[in-house]
């Protein structure tokens, strides 16, 4: 089992940055892809990011592509979001996952295995 927990959400500007993290205990998460969705009111749960086991190998939805930037850190078990240039529709609950999974199904959250609670996100002025 793994258990994964997020952190760094909280209230900010627009235009400013957050970084979220997701440590995970139970396992290594070394061989695991791990994802970023988030989930806003009202809306399905959707892709952010995802990074692969195999360095370098990552995985952006268009909302994010040139603003957020997904890293891990096997050493800490630990995946990261930096998100830079947060606009209002950024506001969500953002979730961590991982999932035994090749970068071919990281876009589908019906394919990770673990979950975190998520952090809440808001963007507002």
């Known amino acids: 089992q793994v258990q994964l927990v997020e952190s760094g959400g909280g209230l900010v500007r627009p235009g400013a940055s957050l970084r979220l993290s997701c440590e995970a205990s139970g396992r290594s998460i070394e061989y695991y892809a791990l994802g970023w969705f988030r989930q806003a009111p009202g809306k399905e749960r959707e892709f952010v990011a995802a990074i692969t086991w195999d360095p370098g190998s990552e995985t952006y939805a268009e909302s994010g592509k040139g603003r957020f930037t997904i890293s891990r850190d096997n050493a800490k078990n630990t995946v990261f979001l930096q998100m830079n240039n947060l606009r209002p529709e950024d506001t969500a609950v953002y979730y961590c996952?991982?999932?035994?999974?090749?970068?071919?199904?990281?876009?589908?959250?019906?394919?990770?295995?673990?979950w975190g609670q998520g952090t809440q996100v808001t963007v507002s002025s």
């Open positions: 996952a991982a999932g035994a999974i090749t970068a071919i199904y990281v876009r589908s959250s019906y394919y990770y295995q673990y």
